[in-house]
T-cell receptor
Framework: EPEVTQTPSHQVTQMGQEVILRCVPI?????FYWYRQILGQKVEFLVS????????KSEIFDDQFSVERPDGSNFTLKIRSTKLEDSAMYFC???????????FGSGTRLTVV | QKEVEQNSGPLSVPEGAIASLNCTYS??????FFWYRQYSGKSPELIMS????GDKEDGRFTAQLNKASQYVSLLIRDSQPSDSATYLC???????????FGKGTTLSVSS
């Protein structure tokens, strides 16, 4: 069964450093998303991306965040200057059509120290 | 702010019983609703989607939707210990650009 692949599975970074989280969505999917989940809290929407541009972003997705689809397969989330409160599990998701729902990757656990 | 509310639980049921999970949402114009299962430390996994008022069945799972009451529920029949997880209710926003999740209900099925 096709999967959404995320790398790395765990990343530790120093506060103030830039991190790039990588995702390979399912190949025939057209819609891409980033979500985060702080430990013990709910899954929070960050950004949606379609047709090479952002469709919607949440209040969390401020100027420190950016997304890119640099080629036909990868979808990346960049955090420019990480803060302690950015520590969370980051999930990438993709969707072909709404009726099938989102397929989530296994996540990247980001720890900012 | 569009909200999706769930009782965090834990909901404890014995093996073989019916587990009933509930969700309410605030955006009256929402049209698409999803239930996800999340095991501890894992990513959400889609169980069911529902779009029309009434019931939708898939194996041991039944989703129920009442748009007038802004209420979605998930019934799990013949609950198994492997069903022990957090169940997330998610509602697609009006623009269709984002799924909004509730906090989830933790289900514990004892053998």
């Amino acid at each position: 069964e096709p999967e959404v692949t995320q790398t790395p599975s765990h990343q530790v970074t120093q506060m103030g450093q830039e991190v790039i989280l990588r995702c390979v969505p399912i190949s025939n999917h057209l819609y891409f998303y980033w979500y985060r989940q702080i430990l013990g809290q709910k899954v929070e929407f960050l950004v949606s991306f379609y047709n090479n541009e952002i469709s919607e972003k949440s209040e969390i997705f401020d100027d420190q965040f950016s997304v890119e689809r640099p080629d036909g397969s990868n979808f990346t989330l960049k955090i420019r200057s990480t803060k302690l409160e950015d520590s969370a599990m980051y999930f990438c998701a993709s969707m072909r059509e709404e009726v099938y729902g989102y397929t989530f990757g296994s996540g990247t656990r980001l720890t900012v120290v | 702010q569009k909200e999706v509310e769930q009782n965090s639980g834990p909901l404890s049921v014995p093996e073989g019983a019916i587990a009933s999970l509930n969700c309410t949402y605030s955006d009256r114009v929402s049209q698409s609703f999803f239930w996800y299962r999340q095991y501890s430390g894992k990513s959400p996994e889609l169980i069911m989607s529902i779009y029309s008022n009434g019931d939708k069945e898939d194996g041991r799972f039944t989703a129920q939707l009442n748009k007038a009451s802004q209420y979605v529920s998930l019934l799990i029949r013949d609950s198994q210990p492997s069903d022990s997880a957090t169940y997330l209710c998610a509602v697609l926003n009006q623009a269709g650009t984002a799924l909004i999740f509730g906090k989830g209900t933790t289900l514990s099925v004892s053998s």
